[in-house]
């Protein structure tokens, strides 16, 4: 209490830190003359506020420093206080010269030591009484529960952060001109500025402040729904009426009704998912935290990344990130870069939270601790999130943003795991019932790495063999796009088209099941198998599609290398980034069926975003714009990229849970989410991801028509172009499906989940 009352009498005699150099010959000149001063300047307000500022330090001092002295001793040691609280009284009128618009005054130094007087007396008066209440309280906060700890610690910073930069004010005027300045309002959002976006933006955020206070409300002891919203309103209603003496900050009324919504809200959402309880965990299982995870990892993404203008930078660019710690925050004042700390650190502290619950609802028993690889996963997340700034353009990536983020990471597991292990012991799930699992055992045939059986080869051949006389049928039906029968070659080259066709599609939807039965460092492969696939791949389609359609996907050459080096290595990268979509859905939906596979779905991810801008180099940003490039939304952005790889992603979660759902329908409530999930992210990933307005062939239309008319001179518009659409989203999405079905048999992905003993009570 000493310390910070210290603190508070010279960061509030000196705020805001507006530091100017100054020559100290000039300021000790300047210093000599400080007795000239009129003791009669200065308001009686600011002269209060100078005795408050001195009244807690002698009070805290004594209390450390005289109990248990003689009579003599007592007030020896009184003396030596006084001295010291009027030496530092001067020696922080003598630094203001160097913080302008501070300026030297007797008269503060005068109430200052009348403050010390005062609370010299007060503790001489009430200070066993005071020791005494503080001991009792330090009893009863040792012995109270964690959360309720928490709750209080929590309240304590939002308060602080509340109350800065602390240029605190009870003078009647200055609190009038506050008024006067727009900066006290009474009327409910009218403070509100900005656009519809930022107003949204600024409301979301108060609530959040709030989320973590329902949250501990509700761990410390569920309250009907009247009081929870009755004490966030309370405490909101504090912070506010405090910040009225803050001269610097608003006083908004608009807050307190946040506040409270916030605690509700966040109350709510711990009744509803019990964050804290560790039966809940296991309920609801590592795959759905999991994806609760990959959501807060995307919105981080969308939130600094945004607009996903990338841009290769200039070579000064690549290691602006390594400036000296904290260069940036320097450039703003105190306010601003605590603010700019908090959110930082804020923003990734739900993902530690997150990844604790994740892992923690795969472990049997027992509560998941900070090992090296998690570590290590937060640390990478916070510098990819980071690194990936250096290519937009306007930001500012920074160090020191990075170790922020890593560091609320970390505090959001801690957070996480404390809270978890403060729940009193309750029977595990297990342990309560047996809970039983529906037998497919009978369905589930050798894992693959056993290898597969005969007649599992025959159905593979079959379903290419079956595959190859469908795409032979479609192409000549009424109504397939002319893009999609230029792929098939004219004559009795047509059945080697479709024969490579069939080969290469059934490749690009099964070879990723292949890393289901390995090892999750097998995942890292991936950049190096699916280009060697693409290369045989590329071969095949060489063989009898003709070579206008392969430059229709992706561009003729335009760097004169020799043979088809530019065709092949272009074919390659695209290859490479539909089959990543095809893969992380595979992970994903085997990781939802059996949780220990959720380190290869990771490792999946990160696999994705490490190599996520280097393919749309090679595929988009290098490529010709004859090709499928002009049908991308923002002149083939690698926002638009990123829209049409989710679409692709959600079609393949669809295909995938529907391949599983087929052989074992026992799993369908976490198949079939998934599968919903997919087909609504589709089809609006997909269309933000196409051009709405293409002009070629002496025309305008959007890239939805060119690719799926039937004919160049006429293309489907209304009704019958959203059936389309909607039809090949199916017909994908079903196709896809019955492609890895046979895949998905041969794997143990269709193991059922962890096997529990029952318990027999």
């Known amino acids: 209490m000493l310390l910070a009352s210290i603190l508070f009498v010279v960061y509030g005699s000196l705020v805001p ?9 000039e300021a000790v000149a300047r210093f000599m003359t400080f007795g000239a001063d009129d003791l009669g300047m200065g308001s009686r307000v600011d002269k209060a506020s100078n005795v408050l500022l001195t009244i807690p330090v002698a009070f805290a001092a004594a209390q450390c420093l005289l109990p248990g002295r003689s009579w003599m001793g007592t007030w020896m040691l009184r003396g030596v206080i006084a001295v010291g609280i009027l030496l530092m009284a001067v020696g922080v009128e003598f630094a203001q010269q160097f913080f302008p618009p501070r300026t030297m005054s007797w008269s503060d130094v005068v109430a200052q030591n009348l403050g010390t007087v005062i609370g010299l007396t007060a503790q001489h008066r009430w200070g066993a009484a005071v020791s005494e209440w503080l001991l009792g309280w330090w009893r009863r906060e040792r012995s109270s529960a964690r959360l309720s700890r928490a709750l209080k610690a929590y309240l304590a910073v939002l308060l602080g952060f509340s109350l800065l930069p602390l240029d605190l004010t009870i003078n009647p005027v200055e609190i009038y001109h506050k008024w006067a300045e727009g900066r006290v309002i009474l009327m409910p959002f009218a403070g509100l500025t900005g656009d519809v976006s930022e107003r949204v933006y600024e409301c979301v955020s108060d609530i959040a402040i709030w989320l973590p206070v329902g949250v501990f409300l509700y761990l410390s002891g569920p309250l009907s729904l009247r009081k929870t919203l009755l004490r966030g309103l309370l405490m909101g209603a504090v912070i506010e009426g405090l910040q009225l003496f803050v001269f610097t900050r608003v006083t908004d009324v608009t807050d307190v009704l946040l506040a409270g919504m916030g605690v509700v809200l966040g109350s709510g959402c711990a009744r509803f998912w019990s964050l804290a309880s560790v039966q809940a965990t296991e309920r609801i299982g590592a795959g759905r935290w999991l994806s609760t995870w990959v959501a807060w990892l995307l919105l981080v993404l969308v939130v600094f990344w945004y607009p996903f203008s990338f841009r290769m930078p200039s070579g000064d660019e690549w290691m602006s990130w390594l400036r000296v710690p904290f260069t940036t925050y320097q450039l703003a004042d105190e306010y601003r870069a605590i603010n700019e700390v908090l959110r930082r650190i804020g923003f990734f502290l739900p993902g530690g939270v997150l990844w604790f619950l994740t892992l923690n609802a795969r472990v049997r028993g027992r509560v998941a601790k900070l090992s090296g690889a998690t570590v290590f996963l937060l640390l990478l997340v916070a510098v990819v999130v980071e690194a990936g700034q250096v290519f937009l353009p306007g930001k500012v990536a ?4 990075a170790g922020l983020a890593f560091l609320g990471g970390v505090l959001g597991f801690r957070l996480a795991r404390w809270s978890v292990s403060t729940v009193p012991s309750l029977p595990r799930l297990a342990e309560v019932r047996s809970i039983p699992v529906p037998a497919v055992r009978a369905r589930a045939p050798a894992p693959l790495a056993a290898g597969p059986a005969r007649g599992g080869v025959r159905l593979h051949v079959g379903f290419v063999l079956a595959l190859a006389v469908a795409l032979s049928v479609a192409v000549n039906l009424p109504g397939v796009p002319y893009n999609v029968r230029e792929l098939i070659a004219v004559g009795p080259l047509g059945l080697v088209s479709s024969m490579a066709m069939a080969i290469c ?35 095949l389609l060489r063989l009898g599609v003709p070579l206008e359609s392969i430059h229709d996907v992706v561009g003729s050459p335009v760097l004169d290398w020799p043979w088809e080096w530019e065709r092949l290595l272009r074919f390659m990268a695209l290859w490479t980034s539909i089959g990543i979509q095809v893969g992380l859905a595979c992970l994903f939906v085997a990781m939802l069926m059996d949780p220990r596979r959720l380190p290869a779905f990771v490792n999946g991810l990160l696999v994705s975003a490490v190599l996520a801008y280097p393919l749309y180099w090679v595929v988009v940003d290098q490529a010709a714009t004859d090709n499928l490039i002009e049908l991308m939304a923002s002149q083939a952005a690698f926002s638009a990229a990123s829209w049409l790889a989710m679409g692709a992603l959600g ?7 529907l391949s599983v759902l087929i052989a074992v329908p026992s799993l369908w409530r976490s198949l079939v989410p998934t599968m919903v999930v997919g087909t609504l992210v589709a089809p609006f990933a997909i269309l933000a ?15 939805l028509q060119f690719l799926l008319s039937t004919d160049r001179t006429q293309y489907v518009t209304g009704a019958a172009l959203w059936i389309r659409f909607v039809f090949v989203l199916a017909v994908l999405a079903c196709g896809l499906a019955l492609l890895q079905h ?5 794997t143990s992905a269709l193991k059922p989940p962890i096997q529990r003993r029952a318990h027999i009570h």
């Open 505 to 539: 599609l059934f490749l690009l939807a099964n070879a990723p099941l292949l890393l289901l039965n390995r090892s999750p460092l097998w995942v890292f492969a991936a950049p190096l198998g699916l280009p060697l696939i693409g290369a045989l791949c590329y071969g």
């Open 651 to 657: 079609i393949c979660l669809a295909a995938s849970s």
């Open 17 to 25: 830190l507006n530091f100017q150099p100054l020559p100290w010959a």
């Open 742 to 746: 046979v895949g998905w048999r041969f």
């Open 689 to 703: 991801g196409l051009e709405q307005n293409v002009i070629k062939y002496e025309k305008v239309f959007s890239a």
């Open 398 to 401: 920074d160090l020191t943003d």
